[in-house]
């Protein structure tokens, strides 16, 4: 598992008060990354071929219960809470259930903010750390997704469900959650992702830590100058963030990465994958901004590659197990299920002894092809006992003949077999012991290696040199 670089002022920062949390770092440093593209995601936009688009990074940490992933956003509240002034306390919300309601947030935020010394304002930062009862209830909203893409892309929202129409333009709101594994397969599916809804989001399976020794220690105080000086330069006014031109190479690299891995992983995998390159620029642009410079650095876009990396990695073991149809088992026909209780009972079987347990009429029985059915009048006392046998010749019963009858029906010239007592039928389908040894072939010596055969013992060299990444 690949390690990304906790790169700049934020990965210091988290590398600074990871040494007293019982938390993986990575989810830490996910969390502050989301927090601040909504922070900026207002101002600040990323550029590639002349095309702005925000920098809005929407992430899910990924992990059971009791694995860190509450802890980890506490952390990163700690490292941002004093650089962004009062953002993450009048803009953070969660809930978010419906695409109306997700345009009505933003549209209200909007209008109160129209009249500000600022400017209207539709940055928001989505928070569920209990994502798995949100995603319960956007199944009956089809709208949902159709928004949250468009929410992504920041593209304008409409919403027509009001009496007055709610329009908000360059929409700024990330989304942050918390998931398990389990849940992550059972509700985020391969047809939303494929069609963009939730391949959008980063998601980071969270590593398990060593306990402290002594967990009353608080988290370290932070100097926030560095990333209260860059809020303040990324908030200033819009700025759009490029390559610069010694990241192209990279760039090109990261940009085949994409193309080959997707091409390469079967589909229910590659569709979480598909915005690699996206996701990279982006996390590079919030990386930039950070150091308040507009133009992306190598080791900035390296930064950020080993991140969504990782990040890709972590979507390919999540959905690893989706590929596997599942087969459902089918239940047995009620002949089976009668002929398993005569077999059971060595040939013969009273009514007493079959009916209870198939869940069928003695007359529901004596209509099965293949089921002989006689009445023992041999008991001194009570009334006669029905008994159920298995009639020799059972044909429309494929695989369920004894041996004998299989043989004699493929011998030229033969005649089917007579029906027989069930004493003779057991007799005949006995087990006959055979020692080991006759299976057991004759040690043959191993043949000197030859030049060739050495040649042929070489590893093969993969076609594909992404898969090593993975």
Same mark, same amino acid.
């Given at each position: 598992?690949? #390690?990304?670089?906790?790169?700049?002022?934020?990965?210091?920062?988290?590398?600074?008060?990871? +040494?007293?949390?019982?938390?993986?770092?990575?989810?830490v440093y996910v969390a502050v990354l989301s927090m601040w593209s909504a922070a900026i995601g207002g101002t600040v936009k990323v550029s590639s071929r002349g095309h702005a688009?925000?920098?809005?990074?929407?992430?899910?940490?990924?992990?059971? #219960?009791?694995?860190?992933?509450?802890?980890?956003?506490?952390?990163?509240?700690? $490292?941002?809470?004093?650089?962004?002034?009062?953002?993450?306390? !009048?803009?953070?919300?969660?809930?978010?259930?419906?695409?109306?309601?997700l345009v009505h947030h933003l549209w209200e935020q909007q209008e109160a903010t129209a009249e500000t010394e600022q400017g209207r304002d539709v940055r928001a930062l989505v928070v569920?750390?209990?994502? /798995?009862?949100?995603?319960?209830?956007?199944?009956?909203?089809p709208s949902f997704t159709t928004k949250l893409r468009a929410a992504w892309d920041g593209a304008t929202l409409r919403n027509t469900t009001k009496e007055e129409a709610q329009e908000v333009r360059d929409p700024a709101m990330v989304?942050?959650?918390?998931?398990? +594994?389990?849940?992550?397969?059972?509700?985020?599916?391969?047809?939303?992702a494929a069609g963009g809804s939730y391949n959008r989001i980063l998601p980071f399976l969270l590593a398990s830590v060593p306990m402290l020794d002594d967990d009353r220690i608080s988290l370290p105080k932070l100097d926030s100058l560095e990333l209260s000086n860059a809020y303040a330069w990324a908030t200033a006014r819009p700025r759009?963030?490029?390559?610069?031109?010694?990241?192209?190479?990279?760039?090109?690299i990261v940009r085949r990465y994409a193309r080959i891995l997707g091409e390469t992983l079967p589909e229910a995998q590659a569709v979480?994958?598909?915005?690699?390159?996206? @996701? !990279?620029?982006?996390?590079?642009?919030?990386?930039?901004?950070?150091?308040?410079?507009?133009t992306i650095t190598d080791?900035?876009?390296?930064?950020?590659? #080993?991140?969504?990396?990782?990040?890709?990695?972590?979507?390919?073991?999540?959905?690893?197990?989706? /590929? =596997?149809?599942?087969?459902?088992? @089918?239940?047995?026909?009620?002949?089976?299920? $009668?002929?398993?209780?005569?077999?059971?009972?060595?040939?013969?079987?009273?009514?007493? @002894?079959?009916? +209870?347990f198939v869940g069928a009429t003695a007359a529901e029985v004596k209509?099965?092809?293949?089921?002989?059915?006689?009445?023992?009048?041999?008991?001194?006392?009570?009334?006669?006992?029905?008994?159920? =046998?298995?009639?020799?010749?059972?044909?429309?019963?494929?695989?369920?003949?004894?041996?004998?009858?299989?043989?004699?029906?493929n011998r030229p010239g033969s005649r089917h077999p007579e029906p027989q007592p069930a004493s003779a039928e057991r007799e005949e389908n006995s087990a006959t012991v055979l020692h080991l040894d006759a299976y057991r072939p004759a040690p043959v010596p191993a043949p000197e290696p030859t030049w060739d055969s050495v040649k042929r013992l070489e590893p093969l060299v993969s076609t594909n040199p992404f898969l090593a990444l993975l």
């Open positions: 598992m690949s #390690t990304p670089v906790l790169y700049g002022p934020i990965g210091r920062a988290v590398r600074k008060i990871t +040494p007293s949390l019982e938390v993986d770092a990575l989810g688009r925000p920098v809005l990074l929407w992430s899910a940490l990924v992990a059971g #219960t009791g694995r860190g992933k509450g802890t980890a956003l506490r952390a990163a509240l700690h $490292v941002l809470d004093k650089p962004l002034g009062r953002f993450l306390a !009048t803009h953070t919300t969660s809930g978010i259930t419906s695409g109306a309601s569920e750390e209990e994502w /798995t009862e949100v995603l319960k209830r956007v199944k009956r909203d989304l942050h959650s918390h998931i398990t +594994p389990s849940d992550w397969a059972k509700y985020v599916g391969e047809s939303e759009v963030i490029t390559l610069s031109e010694g990241t192209r190479p990279l760039w090109r979480f994958i598909e915005r690699t390159a996206e @996701q !990279t620029l982006r996390v590079a642009a919030c990386l930039a901004a950070a150091e308040c410079s507009e080791d900035m876009l390296f930064a950020a590659f #080993t991140l969504v990396r990782r990040s890709v990695q972590d979507a390919v073991r999540i959905t690893r197990g989706a /590929t =596997t149809p599942k087969t459902k088992r @089918q239940p047995p026909s009620l002949a089976d299920k $009668v002929r398993d209780r005569i077999e059971m009972h060595g040939g013969r079987a009273t009514s007493s @002894q079959v009916l +209870p209509a099965l092809p293949g089921i002989v059915v006689t009445v023992d009048r041999t008991g001194k006392t009570g009334r006669p006992a029905t008994v159920f =046998t298995l009639r020799g010749d059972s044909s429309g019963h494929s695989g369920r003949q004894p041996a004998s009858a299989d043989r004699d029906r």
